[in-house]
């Protein structure tokens, strides 16, 4: 399944387990000991990016709408699966980038151009997709 509008969190929605909340307690409390405020919004800031729904989220291969940035912006990928291939493509279908995670996990590239793009995925098992706004 492939949830296309951003905040919509599809069927295989988790519950955060207590290793990840209780890793989230202390991110908070990190951000709320740092003494300069400009920089403790900043932390919090970077939390709140952390916690957005998926733009896109769904299971093994996909191929997302069109989706417009208008700014540098990092795309962030998680993967379930030990394998996960995803091609990030412009408004013609030509490749920009190739993207891999072996063994699952959290990996994010950041997008140069403001522009209209795709993404072509090829996982084994569920995957998740944030597109993040990037300094």
Known sequence: MLAGAPGSVGAQDEKPDEKSF??????????????????????????????????????LSSVTPLFSIEAPSWLRYRSDGPVFVMALKNEHGEIVQNLHLGGGGEARYRIAKAGRYSLQISGTDGWRIWIDPAP
């Open 22 to 59: 209780e890793s989230l307690r202390r991110a908070f409390k990190a951000c709320r000991d740092i003494a300069d405020v400009d920089e403790r919004v900043r932390c919090y800031d970077q939390l709140q990016i952390q916690l957005e729904p998926p733009r896109f989220e769904g299971r």
